[in-house]
Every structure is written in C-alpha cells, then in structure tokens.
C-alpha cells in the first residue's frame, strides 16, 4: 500500500460546479495532513492545512479530515477555469512529509 | 523574503557527468527538503534536514547520489556520475520546523541528462 493515494483522476467539472478530491494515507499516527496546487510548470503551493477531525473551511475550499478512516478530502465550491490545476496531497508520515500522485483538475467554462 | 531559491532552473548534461543542485531557505527556516518529481513517480522525498542535520535520506536513491547542508543558507543536491533515468525536476523546499509546518518550494531545477 503507497503511504498517500489519490485517485489519479483526471477529474473535469464544469464552472461553477462543486469539486471532489480524494486521499487515503496509510500512516494510523500521522496528525498533519495538507492539500497543495500545482499548476503545469510551476512548483506546489499550499492551499490548506488540517490537523483535527472535521471540517475546515477556507473560502471557496473545505478540507475535511477522518483520522479513523484515514481520508482527507478536499472540496472546491463555485469551480473557476483558473482552478485548473494539479492537486496534492501530502501527509506527515514519521516526520517525513510525504506526496500522494496528485489528481489533476479541469474546470471547463 | 525572496522565498525559496534554487538554482540553476535548467541543466541539461550528458551520462556521466557530475551535476550539482543548490538550494537556499528562507532565512530562519530550520528544515529543508530535496524533492524529486517525475510523470511516473509523482514527487518523491529524496532527503530530509532539520538544523542542517539529516533526519531521513532513505529516499536517495542509490550511491550516486549525495546532499549536503553545511549551514543554515545552503544546502546542495549531487549526482555523479548522472544517468538518464536521473532526468526530473528537483525541488528544494523549507519549513519553520519538519512536517507538521507548511513546506514553502523553490521554482525546481529542470535536469536532463543526454
């Protein structure tokens, strides 16, 4: 089993719409997990952190966390093309800070 | 802050050759990350150092490869002798404090090795 899997996608939506992303990770202790976007050419830059249960909002982006499943999502209301992007998962694994694949995103207009 | 800084952005060389990767943090962060991104294998964490120590280099791939942070503002990645599967983008990263802190990326290095 990989330490952080997403599902691979890619995943098109039209504008407007409301984006799903997924990870699992493999580690029952990790306690940070982050979501960054990647855009083509361009390096990963942070878009939320979580590190309770729950949910966590932060304008158009909800992360939300279940340690005892091991799964965090992401949600992307009002899609925008310009959130076209490569999405990243990433989860401290025994003080390693350890990527999933990344899903790749297209919101078409 | 000018962030993370990388260099060089682009190094194309030919099998055998030696390359050198550099990296410096931003200014008072205490951890530094070497990534290493393809199509194939997503990004991969190569090394990991915390106050210039390394903490974790069992992602560097094989004997080939070495990476050094002789002081807080520097830190080096190197190849040698380079391989064309060592082609890839380099990413150098930095943090406040390891993992559990936001990770602030470089622009990479692009390498291909001929």
């Known amino acids: 089993q990989k330490e952080v899997e997403q599902n691979s996608g890619p995943l098109s939506v039209p504008e407007g719409a409301i984006a799903s992303l997924n990870c699992t990770y493999s580690d029952r202790g990790s306690q940070s997990f982050f979501w960054y976007r990647q855009y083509s050419g361009k390096s990963p830059e942070l878009i939320m952190s979580i590190y309770s249960n729950g949910d966590k909002e932060d304008g158009r982006f909800t992360a939300q966390l279940n340690k005892a499943s091991q799964y965090v999502s992401l949600l992307i209301r009002d899609s925008q093309p310009s959130d076209s992007a490569t999405y990243l998962c990433a989860v401290n694994i025994n003080n390693d800070m350890r990527f999933g694949a990344g899903t790749r995103l297209t919101v078409k207009p | 802050d000018a962030g993370v800084i990388q260099s060089p952005r682009h190094e194309v060389t030919e099998m055998g050759q030696e390359v050198t990767l550099r990296c410096k943090p931003i200014?008072?962060?205490?951890?530094l990350f070497w990534y290493r991104q393809t199509m194939m294998r997503g990004l991969e964490l190569l090394i990991y150092f915390n106050n210039n120590v390394p903490i974790d280099d069992s992602g560097m791939p094989e004997d080939r490869f070495s990476a050094k942070m002789p002081n807080a503002s520097f830190s080096t990645l190197k190849i040698q002798p380079s391989e064309p599967r060592d082609s890839a983008v380099y990413f150098c990263?930095?943090?406040?404090?390891?993992?559990?802190?936001?990770?602030?990326f470089g622009s990479g290095t692009q390498l291909s090795v001929l």
């Open positions: 200014s008072g962060h205490n951890s």
């Open positions: 990263a930095s943090s406040l404090n390891g993992a559990n802190e936001k990770l602030f």
